[in-house]
């Protein structure tokens, strides 16, 4: 899974519209839908973690179990 897809179902479960996603993470609502439709993966940290706080959770929520993983 995608970071967009584990953003995309973290905010359907709070009930959340892109919109009000945005709101909250003082992003803009674009780069919401292009983050959750795959157009982009290219997010910073910092926009990462303004979404994890709105999301009410942590940064490596919303990461992919593969990049959660050290590898050898």
């Known amino acids: 899974m995608k970071i967009g897809e584990i953003i ?3 905010r359907c479960a ?3 519209t892109q919109v009000e996603l945005a709101q909250k993470a003082k ?3 674009s780069k919401i839908s292009q983050l959750e ?3 982009s ?3 910073t940290i910092d926009n990462l973690r303004s979404i994890a706080k709105a999301l009410n959770c942590a940064l490596v929520d919303l990461l992919p179990d ?3 993983t050290i590898k050898k």
């Open 8 to 10: 995309k179902r973290r």
């Open 14 to 16: 709070l009930d959340l």
């Open 27 to 29: 992003l803009a609502q």
């Open 37 to 39: 439709s795959g157009v």
């Open 41 to 43: 993966d290219n997010v």
């Open 66 to 68: 593969a990049d959660k």
